[in-house]
């Protein structure tokens, strides 16, 4: 089994910038693609970023520009770098993970972390 942590959430005010973690943790073998996804209320879960284990990265269109999504030099930790946030911004995130363990290979959710762009 693996487990994925977000951390690096919170309140920032339009225009601030934030960045977000996420370590992957566990009997891992290997990390395929990692993502960040978000959810606000009343609304589906989006993908935000992801990032493939070869460095190939893809955004949303709403945060191009804006987000960077990365890789940690250990492979098992993924980083979602936010700047020029917008109230429309604020969600819960989430880190997505394509794991392979000792059992299988399938995808991983973390917790999710509020992130809130407010005056």
């Known amino acids: 089994q693996a487990q994925l942590v977000e951390s690096g959430g919170g309140l920032v005010q339009p225009g601030g910038s934030l960045k977000l973690s996420c370590a992957a943790s566990?009997?891992?073998?290997?990390?395929?693609?990692m993502a960040w996804y978000r959810q606000s209320p009343g609304s589906q879960r989006e993908l935000v970023a992801n990032i493939t284990s070869g460095g190939s990265t893809a955004y949303a269109d709403s945060v191009k520009g804006r987000f960077t999504i990365s890789r940690g030099n250990a492979k098992n930790t993924v980083y979602l770098q936010m700047n020029s946030l917008k109230p429309e911004d604020t969600a819960v995130y989430y880190c997505?993970?394509?794991?392979?363990?000792?059992?299988?290979?399938?995808?991983?959710w973390g917790q999710g972390i509020q992130v809130t762009v407010s005056s």
């Open positions: 566990g009997a891992i073998f290997n990390i395929y693609a």
């Open positions: 997505y993970g394509d794991i392979r363990t000792k059992i299988d290979e399938r995808d991983y």
